[in-house]
């Protein structure tokens, strides 16, 4: 940082006492701020033009972007069977064996409903994300009956969070003080994690677990009847059920027929594992903020810690040909802890690197009769808070309660007319998750911008403060605290405080400047991610007249 950026934080110091000693209301500012703000920008954002959802009719779309291999090991999965005219009794398709589709297939299969689960590949699968629950996603696997899925996995449990900036660090706890002692987060091996949800879901009498790749929709008069899929033997078989749910993760080609995608990359995450070593703080994870975006540490087991470097861009530098590894030694190795710098520079050496693509995507739903899309397939948001299987879970919850009263699907007109609450009821936690996780991304990255710099600096230092100002956004991360108003106010909360860090103890003319650069940067990065997430159903759910619509009597 230059001698300019420096001189700027002199004060810091005595306005963390002045903020942490005033005898106010804490978000007095706040809310001054969000009430000038909020109301302009609101009413902007009310006009935005309505998108058409359209009346075109849907077509049989394709997915066949993986090879099949008729190699793959029969799983142990596949074995339990319903009766042979089963497929003339399902009453749900699931599209998908992962988090969301299994812990689907299970749900539903308790409630009486007859379900085929139809999954690409049953066999354990190795992947560098999906590998940390929060607590809000436990307490939901809780109330569907799968918390045993995180035992015998080797599952760490995790309180909270340690920050790391410029030699500085503070823990951030999360607030499970009400909350049964098993209740916290939750890292580990994600294939394990998984493999333990199918086991779960293919145990019920009622389900129908089958490996197979689904190559398109069904349809007849613009309502979906069922999926076309090729088993592993390379057969082209169909399935039919009154409704069909797509479950098949961020690559799922099914979405177009059944939402709007807007996919965003900003970044990748490259992973790799730490072995035989304990992190500074236990039972914690780890966030780096690095430049030029930050670097999570996390136990996945008990002698393994995953690491994950965001590279920001489309493009990551080449394993091949050694530019990654020299990347990650010379750029990022001198930047994380000095506990963890020889382990880190060990696995690089090891060579076991991987990347993947770090994807956002807005929930832009288009109803149509007998179809629904849940997971990743979509709603993404980028996976630095880890918020994605508490999204998922949170969802399917929801589903389950929808579908409870109704005795038959088999009117998937009214049906479609019905589930369209659950897009308006979901907004609570997935708008609350989805924008923090696009906003603190922003201000976690390094930027030349002085701003973003001073933005960056404020949310640190407003977090290390303790009680509400760490606690409060700590618990709209770990899906405690579902409330969008709550994050709305942390969030300029922190522009505010950052305000006043550039105020005292003068406010010169390029001091105020740059505060008003501040808040207009904060603006810049939270509004057009709440616009994106609607702000009506948002704020202001109530409104929508979904939200009151009663199940249907068939």
Known sequence: MNSSASSLRL??????????????DEFFLGEMLVFVIGVLVFYSLFRKRERNSGSASMKNIGVNNYDDNDNITRSGLESHCIPENAAENTDVIVVGAGVAGSALAYTLAKDGRRVHVIERDLTEQDRIVGELLQPGGYLKLIELGLEDCVNEIDAQQVFGYALY????????????EKYDKDVAGRSFHNGRFVQRMREKAASHPNVRMEQGTVTSLVEHNGTVTGVQYKTKDGKELSASAPL????????????RALCN?????????????????????INHGHVILADPSPILFYKISSTEIRCLVDVPGQKVPSVTSGELGRYLKTVVAPQIPPELYDSFIAAVDKGNIRSMPNRSMPADPQPTPGALLLGDAFNMR???????????????????????????????ATLCKYLESFYTLRKPV????????????KVFCASPDKARQEMRYACFDYLSLG????EGPVALLSGLNPRPLSLFLHFFAVAVYGVGRLMIPFPSPRRLWLAARLISGACRIIFPIIKSEGVRQMFFPATVPAYYRAPPVF
């Open 261 to 281: 995608p807007k996919v965003e990359a900003p970044s990748s995450f490259v992973g790799l594992i730490l072995e035989n070593i304990n992190l500074p703080h």
């Open 430 to 441: 997935a708008s609350t998750i989805n924008t923090l996780a696009g906003a603190l991304y």
């Open 244 to 255: 069909t749910i797509v479950c098949d993760g961020c690559f799922s080609n099914l979405r």
């Open 382 to 412: 980028h996976p630095l808070t880890g918020g994605g299987m508490t999204v998922a879970l949170s969802d399917i919850v929801l589903i389950r309660n929808l579908l409870r009263p109704l005795r038959d699907l088999q009117d998937s």
């Open 11 to 24: 004060s810091d110091y005595s306005f963390v006492e002045f903020w942490r000693s005033a005898k106010i």
């Open 467 to 470: 009680g509400i100002c760490s």
């Open 165 to 176: 900036m410029d030699g500085k660090n503070t823990t951030l706890s999360y607030p499970l």
